[in-house]
């Protein structure tokens, strides 16, 4: 039954950690209705900023902070070099716009960086947090509170003015153009937020993996959880990266010893299509309905 247990708390802790990624996904929808499929690369990029502002002789806060300075600024041009180009055009191109985004910045962070993995220390201690039988990893942890933080912070974001009026611009560009949102402006914001996320992610999970490519790779269980969660839901991000965790950790750590390994993308697969089959627009996704 211990076994149980720890499977399911660590396997929420990753889940949370899978949050902080999709989180950013989510707000750029829910802000700008543009669909982000550069989120994992922006995580990779944060991850080597902040590693690199360590490497400089700095200490892990202030190479934090200028992180977050960077990307909320890199979130910024983003819109302003890429995005706005894109005014008018079908929002699949948009979309496709994101995955050569993806595809440029994950071969831009290894080739200017190297490709071998780098260090990052954010001052957790390694060895692992003992509650009872149970067995955590205090970086787990610790992410798990910061997404969790982020959450909320995001919740209350989007009930202050300028949150209002994101979400506007997300419903609908023209009217907002037409009351006076800058929809430009908005679109910018939510990629300068997309840019802050990336770094609590990236610092996170570097600390946990080490930061090279590989951290590009949390884009798919990210897009697991905003589709099972619905993709402009801040509180379905939480409750569907919780379950992505906890499912992608209890059914491998049964199931992996019978079959060989290498199950949890597996489940993470089925989850994605069972959502889009059985419930399309997710667990707490909004569901528009038109007349034509």
Known sequence: MSYFVELVVNGAFTGLMYSMVALGIVLIYKSSGVLNFAQGALVMIAGYAVWLFTSLGLSIVPAIALALLAMYAFGLLTERVLLRTMVGQPVIMVVMLTLGLDVFLRGLGPGLLGTEPKHLDIGVAMAPLIVGDILMNRTYVVGGVIALVLMVLALAFFRTRLGTKLRAVSDDHVASWSVGISV?????????????????????????????????????????????????????????????????????????????????????????????????????????????
């Open 184 to 292: 430009e402006q908005a679109v910018a914001v939510s990629w300068g937020l997309a840019g802050l996320c990336a770094v609590a992610a990236g610092t996170m999970w570097g600390a946990v993996q080490g930061v090279d490519w590989s951290l590009t790779a949390l884009l798919f269980p990210a897009v697991a959880v905003v589709i099972l969660g619905g993709i402009d839901s801040i509180v379905g991000a939480l409750l569907a990266g919780l379950t992505v965790g906890i499912l992608g950790s209890v059914i491998p750590g049964y199931v992996d010893s019978l079959v060989g390994g290498s199950t949890r993308d597996v489940v993470t697969s089925v989850l994605i299509l069972l959502t889009i089959l059985i419930r399309p627009h997710g667990m707490f996704g909004r569901e528009d309905i038109e007349r034509i």
